[in-house]
């Protein structure tokens, strides 16, 4: 098992992190170096972005991991031989990932220029100030100096304090300018999106000083995207897939997926994310067991041929495994035209009375009265 250095800091020309070991070592005749560009080539451990950071191909998501054990699951990730953490303000954990880090730095697990890790902006932070305050409060959370991904969650704008309220007064450009100053500034490495449809993303680089260098999408056999994931890879955005393993289930049962893994003597699990890391797509599995994070991270020592990635092909049901509401892109698009608006007008009220503020979610100051100060 190989992962690639991070960020700008690479372990030596045809090196890895080995997991377990802390040292660098040359790659395998499968792992070779850096891809060039946004859309890597099969093998590789990790993609050059267009920010000309690094980014590993594999990492740890933590979304959906309960407080309480992101800790340890972080901990764990980096004994291991992980170097790419993938986290937001909404998943109310970025504290826990903190204390992991600070763990890590003092025991010589890891140290900072070792990892790549990223973040979110979540939806009601588009206004400049908020911005900022959001991507300060992170850094707080995880106790570092900087981002080496920052991205905006969702292509929506709301009012500050609330959920599916609409912002007239802010814009996705406006927030991006933003990000773009706090990269001249030094808080973030590379600046991308999440969630953001093909029109959405032309519409922000028409008038982008710093091109979108990540789009994260909802991306497995299930729901592969692949003209998103083409058209972002050919203007040289790379693709992160986030719930890879389509939150497993009869996926992982699946007779192709099976009959795949038999043949290569590897894991269902492991088929579904090689599968994303041979299309170029970067992959974040989410896990809280010790021994399926090594596992996930097993993806580099077989690949998948010609036929198997054509009998993957047959999984697209076109169908989503995390639908948000707010969503306008894939399958829970057409369900939300109707869905949005009205969860919108049922939630106004609610929001006269009372705010929530994401990034406290969990800890004292997440709702308070609508009329006070933060």
């Not at 890895?16 to 946004?38: C, E, L």
């Not at 991507?135 to 995880?142: I, M, P, S």
């Not at 500050?160 to 973030?188: F, H, K, N, P, Y």
Request: with cysteine; charged share 25%.
């Amino acid at each position: 098992m190989s992962f690639a250095a991070a960020s700008g800091a690479p372990l030596g020309a045809g090196a890895t992190r080995m997991p377990g070991t802390g040292v660098g070592t040359h790659r395998d005749v499968r792992a070779r170096s850096t891809a060039p560009s946004s859309a890597s080539a099969p093998g590789e451990t990790s993609v050059r972005l267009s920010s000309q950071a690094t980014q590993p191909m594999v990492g740890l998501g933590t979304w959906q991991a309960p407080k309480g054990q992101v800790r340890d699951a972080v901990k764990a990730a980096l004994e291991t031989g992980y170097v790419h953490l993938d986290c937001a303000a909404a998943y109310a954990n970025e504290d826990e990932v903190g204390e992991a880090l600070e763990d890590a730095f003092a025991r010589g697990v890891a140290t900072r220029t070792d990892l790549f890790v990223t973040s979110k902006l979540w939806n009601d932070r588009r206004r400049p100030e908020d911005v900022r305050a959001g991507l300060l409060q992170t850094l707080k959370d995880l106790r570092l100096e900087y981002l080496d991904l920052y991205l905006i969650h969702w292509p929506v704008c709301w009012r500050r304090g609330t959920l599916m309220q609409d912002d007239a007064d802010a814009s996705i450009l406006e927030c991006w300018r933003e990000l773009e100053r706090c990269v001249d500034e030094g808080l973030i490495r590379s600046i991308g999106v999440s969630n953001f449809s093909r029109p959405k993303l032309e519409e922000l680089i028409r008038d982008a000083r710093i091109k979108p260098a990540v789009n994260q999408i909802e991306s497995h056999p299930l729901l592969p995207n692949t003209e998103l994931v083409r058209w972002c890879q050919s203007n040289d955005i790379a693709v992160t897939a986030y719930s890879p393993l389509a939150q497993g289930g009869a996926v992982f049962t699946d007779s192709t997926v099976a009959s795949i893994a038999d043949k290569h003597g590897v894991t269902p699990a492991q088929v579904l994310l090689r599968w994303n890391v041979e299309r170029g797509v970067v992959v974040i599995p989410k896990s809280v067991t010790p021994k399926r994070i090594a596992q996930n991270a097993e993806v580099f020592g077989f690949g998948l041929d010609d036929d198997d990635m054509r009998r993957m092909e047959s999984l697209d049901a076109d169908v989503t495994t995390t639908p948000s509401p707010w969503s306008d892109v894939g399958p829970a698009a057409r369900r939300n035209k109707v869905l949005r608006p009205l969860l919108s007008a049922v939630l106004k009220p609610f929001f006269w009375i009372i705010k929530v503020d994401v990034q406290r979610m969990g800890r004292t100051g997440f709702i308070s009265w609508a009329w006070s100060r933060d």
